[in-house]
């Protein structure tokens, strides 16, 4: 489908030459319905003569019929046409669906400015299309949105096509003895896939505690015939899980977690891989959800979340689905603090295991992960030096360990703010100036908060910054600084550069936004290393396997990831490492278990 002059038929014929797929064009069925040469150009307004609305629904539906025929010839079908209108594109899929043949929306797309250009270009020449300028822009007005569709890929004409198409046609038409069914998906550009692929591999290299439970998978099959849909961020990291759950059996779908944290590369390896995907950088609010609400559509019985979009989205507008599902798992701190509180309420529909609370979780990915994809994050952004800089790190839980930590070795001075006297406790003794926001926003230069809560930084605190002050948050979700609020204390926005954008102050002050207050590490930098991942999806896939084999016992609340999986991934961790430990011996083990024995 596409407008007039994108280039739709000539791709068509390349599809068809690459899979002996049989081309209905709409140009030819309409001029073949009016008795018309179909090679002399026919012009008329859109609305009139063979263009009239009547005439138009009449080629459309002969399309359908010759579509019909040819299918049940057991060719594939390809439909060359506009499709400006959604019932044009439901009752096409529709022809697929009696047939048993699969559907894919193949919309091409060109700049205004080159379809003019083609279009002008081809009005002297013999042609099937009477499309014109004026035309192309009454088709703009005309057409109805898209809505998530599966299996809807965008290609763009202006570039080298060939490889595209055969990428498509190669996924679509796999091997008879490997066949896979065709993944649903909307990315952004499937012509990514092949780098995807490689950094995906890189990342898997990494990754040595997943691959050995991939290698059992494969052989257990422990997910066969189970749905699982994960609403997660979608990047090498994942995309090797991904496999992982694949391998055992998994019919998964993916969604991303985060409008920015999406690698457009890496969705596009998963479709290749055949793993359902949804989701594009920078997609928006509306966008966002929507693919959420695609990913649900897969009914799962199994639920993967990082912030827990997904099971909100479940227990507020799909709740119909519920009764399938055997549990889920969460993957970050701000998910499990809302689903204890869904918990609390008497309202969680199904158990969960909370990932993040696995000491093979937290102590690394949270601490070590986060310490350092944050301070990547920064410097990618800003390209600041750190030496000297005073840094107030908001929250000292692990992640907040991790980037005080981190940000210290690279010689910042660190204050640390909390509202857990404890966790104070502990920041003042590792070395640290612990104080009140209040007092700390006056000193800072850049701030970076790690709590999970919202409105951590508030419009008070901004009034009292330095001029230059930086803001930066490697919470999940972008609600911990109070953005409103700076918006409207300022009276002028502008971006510097990519994932900065500097605010200014009624009062002449700069304060400076990185990554529009989203996950910094991952709006503008490559998320967590590998290396650290490998222990975080390692539980979730010991997890989800525990969750199938024993969601009958289960109650309707939040779990901790058992205590043999946590040492099991910790074991498998240092065995890839190639390091070994000592073991109890039989009198250790009954001293431990003893009270007798004393002084």
């Known amino acids: ?12 014929q390349s599809l068809a030459k690459i899979s002996g797929s049989v081309v209905i064009s709409s140009d030819i069925v309409r001029k073949g319905l009016a008795g018309i040469d179909c090679c002399q150009h026919h012009f008329e307004d859109t609305d009139q003569g063979i263009y009239s609305p ?9 399309m359908y019929a010759q579509a019909e025929d040819a299918l049940k010839e057991g060719y594939s079908v390809i439909l060359d046409a506009t499709f400006l209108k959604e019932h044009q ?7 697929a669906r009696r047939n048993n043949a699969g559907f894919v929306i193949l919309e091409v797309k060109l700049t205004p400015e080159l379809a003019q250009k083609r279009l002008e270009k081809r009005l002297d020449k013999p042609s099937v299309s009477d499309g014109r300028w004026e035309v ?11 809505a998530v569709q599966p299996n809807h890929v965008i290609i763009d004409s202006s570039k080298s096509t060939d490889k595209q198409l055969l990428t498509y046609w190669n996924f679509l038409n796999p091997i008879k003895e490997n066949e896979v069914v065709m993944p649903n998906f909307d990315v952004k550009d499937m012509s990514l ?3 995807g692929k490689k950094r995906v591999d890189w990342a898997g290299r990494e990754m040595k505690t997943l691959s050995l439970i991939k290698e059992r998978f494969e052989k257990e099959k422990p997910f066969k015939g189970i749905r699982i849909a994960a609403c997660l961020h979608i990047t090498t990291e994942t995309a090797n899980l991904g496999l992982v759950l694949k391998a055992g059996g998994a019919d998964l779908t993916l969604c991303a977690s985060n409008p920015l944290s999406t690698q457009d590369e890496t969705a596009a390896a998963l479709v290749e891989h055949g793993i359902n995907t949804f989701a594009i950088h920078g997609e928006n609010n509306e966008s966002y959800y929507r693919h959420i609400a695609a990913a649900l559509d897969a009914k799962p019985q199994l639920t993967v979340d990082d912030g827990a979009d997904l099971v909100a989205t479940l227990h507020s507008q799909r709740t119909e689905l519920l009764n399938g599902i055997l549990g889920g798992t969460e993957e970050t701190t701000t998910g499990v603090i809302r689903l204890r509180a869904l918990a609390d309420s008497g309202k969680l529909r199904y158990p969960i295991i909370a990932v993040n609370d696995a000491k093979t979780k937290y102590m690394f990915d949270n601490r070590y992960g986060t310490g350092q994809s944050t301070l990547d994050g920064i410097t990618r952004a800003t390209n600041f030096l750190w030496a000297s800089k005073t840094v107030v790190v908001v929250g000292y839980g692990w992640c907040g360990h991790g980037v005080a930590m981190r940000a210290k070795g690279m010689g910042a001075h660190i204050i640390v703010t909390e509202v857990d006297p404890v966790k104070a406790l502990e920041a003042v003794m590792d070395g640290f100036s612990v104080m009140p926001m209040a007092e700390a926003a006056k000193l800072g230069d850049i701030f970076i908060t790690v709590t999970g809560d919202k409105h951590v930084i508030d419009k008070d605190h901004f009034k009292v910054m330095k001029d230059g002050a930086t803001l930066a948050n490697s919470g999940h979700f972008n609600s911990e600084i109070n953005i409103p609020a700076l918006e409207s204390l300022s009276c002028g926005k502008d971006t510097i550069r990519p994932s900065v954008e500097e605010y200014k102050m009624k009062d002449g002050r700069r304060i400076y936004l990185l990554g529009e207050g989203r996950l910094i590490n991952l709006a503008a930098a490559e998320g967590h290393p590998a290396a650290v991942m490998d222990m975080s999806f390692a539980n979730q896939a010991l997890s989800l396997e525990y969750l199938v084999k024993n969601h009958t016992k289960l109650e309707k609340k939040v779990y901790a990831v058992p205590e043999e999986i946590d040492r099991a991934v910790a074991a498998t961790k240092l065995a890839s490492l190639n390091i070994s430990i000592d073991t109890l011996s039989a009198e250790q083990i009954k001293y431990l278990s003893s009270w007798q024995e004393g002084t």
């Not at 009547?54 to 539906?61: A, D, F, P």
């Not at 594109?89 to 022809?95: D, G, L, P, S, V």
């Open 136 to 146: 192309y822009l009454k088709q703009i007005k005309a057409l109805e949105p898209l």
């Open 89 to 95: 594109r439901k009752q096409a899929e529709e022809c």
């Open 1 to 12: 489908m596409g407008f007039c002059g994108c280039g739709k038929s000539t791709l068509a």
């Open 193 to 195: 896939a092949a780098l």
């Open 54 to 62: 009547e005439m138009t629904q009449n080629t459309y539906q002969a």
